[in-house]
């Protein structure tokens, strides 16, 4: 495409830049850099590729010019928009492309229409907020600046509305007659840049496989305390079903014509949402009680495990590194008092086996829906303290003061 483009002259726009060379070291080069990525991020995204040079006052493209498109290199032009843009652009992603014969090397800087836009480059008293217009860059006037604010602020209502659409489009998807369940939904603020392909259907697998090794990396209890939410779809990660793009992983139920899922439903959208359903009780492993919906703190901590590593491994598998938000949601059936239960324990927390309310506990009539944001490049450890997070913010609900797998 970048072949075609070149031979075709094509010119600059709004969504596309062409720069000859990388960004030269020292203050102003680095300042202009933040510059034309701020100004994209602030209007609608693009395109700026380094390693084609343009006509002289046409802005249109004249031959490549090849460049270092290494790791180095890349490395360079994020740290360049981490230090010089307020707040930091999420989502960019390094392109590096190179012709059969390895003689035209260039880099493509993809920008996406920022969430978190107006961004401010500068310092000090030197701050300006960059927009494109056509093929330049111009700078926001006041009563742009209060627009962009408001854009911003009504595109985060818009989010929170979005989540719980998608609550709501599960529960539609659940056996909800077998057990009350919790639900999670993610998706990214900003949304994946125009390079970033779909999930194949064979990397559904490689996803569900990642996701099983970190989560089993995240407890320190003994494994037969957990559920392993994830492996219990079994044979239905090799084949994922086609949803409205999005893929679809779920243990079908057999005694309706709905065919709703029971136990665990997966779906991994085609715009990097996530979302992860699992029962809280009715797994086998408890007695059932007549008035109550049972909510096994088990159950709990192993969601909020799976759920964030479902999250990050499936944004980082498309190339994604922009913050995902997230709601979490307790569904029932009936309006029955949820009552909270744990493994029998001894009073050094040893387990003995079989559930039992929990000491000091309260029943709820609803969960307070969990919110919050996982953040840009999880590592480990990041992953594990969100899915902490997560679990204590649902059962301190119940009373329930600690967790015992992440201890």
């Not at 392109?95 to 493509?108: A, F, I, M, Q, R």
């Not at 990642?210 to 089993?216: D, F, G, I, K, Q």
């Not at 029971?262 to 992860?276: C, N, R, Y």
Request: hydrophobic share 40%; charged share 25%; proline share 6%.
């Amino acid at each position: 495409m970048l072949r075609a483009a070149v031979d075709a002259k094509l010119t600059e726009t709004e969504s596309l830049d062409w720069k000859k060379a990388l960004p030269a070291k020292g203050e102003e080069p680095a300042r202009e850099f933040a510059k034309d990525v701020a100004a994209m991020a602030n209007t609608r995204g693009g395109l700026i590729v380094y390693g084609v040079e343009e006509e002289s006052g046409t802005a249109a493209a004249k031959a490549f010019a090849s460049i270092d498109n290494s790791d180095t290199a890349q490395r360079r032009l994020r740290q360049l928009a981490a230090n010089g843009i307020h707040p930091m652009v999420p989502g960019l992603q390094c392109l590096p492309l190179e012709s059969d014969d390895g003689t035209d090397k260039v880099l493509v800087l993809a920008v996406p229409r920022s969430a978190d836009a107006p961004h401010v480059i500068g310092v000090r008293d030197r701050l300006g907020l960059p927009f494109r217009d056509g093929a330049g860059t111009g700078w926001l006037r006041e009563r742009e600046i209060e627009r962009a604010y408001a854009e911003r602020f009504a595109g985060r209502q818009a989010q929170s509305q979005r989540l719980a659409e998608m609550i709501n489009e599960t529960a539609a998807m659940l056996d909800m007659e077998r057990s009350a369940w919790l639900v999670g939904v993610c998706r990214p603020r900003t949304p994946l840049p125009a390079v970033a392909d779909p999930l194949a259907a064979s990397a559904v697998r490689t996803v569900l496989e990642t996701v099983l090794r970190r989560t089993s990396e995240m407890f320190t209890a003994p494994s037969q305390e957990r559920f392993q939410l994830i492996r219990e779809v079994g044979n239905e990660g090799l084949n994922p079903r086609t949803g409205l793009r999005r893929w679809v992983v779920r243990i079908p139920t057999t005694h309706d014509t709905d065919m709703r899922s029971m136990f665990v439903h997966i779906e991994l959208h085609h715009d990097g949402s996530a979302v992860l359903a699992a029962q809280v009780h009715g797994w086998g492993r408890e007695e059932p009680e007549p008035g109550v919906h049972k909510v096994l703190c088990p159950v709990v901590e192993s969601f909020a495990a799976d759920f964030a590593a479902l999250s990050e491994t499936y944004a980082s598998h498309l190339g994604g590194q922009v913050p995902m938000a997230y709601q979490c949601e307790l569904l029932k059936p009936e309006d029955l008092p949820l009552q909270v239960l744990d493994l029998h324990r001894l009073s050094g927390g040893i387990a003995l086996g079989g559930y039992q309310p929990v000491p000091g506990s309260w029943t709820l009539r609803q969960l307070v829906p969990v919110n919050g944001e996982f953040p840009i490049d999880a590592d480990a450890a990041d992953v594990r303290a969100a899915a902490r997070a997560i679990a204590l913010d649902i059962v301190n609900q119940f009373g329930v003061p600690r967790l015992h797998l992440f201890e």
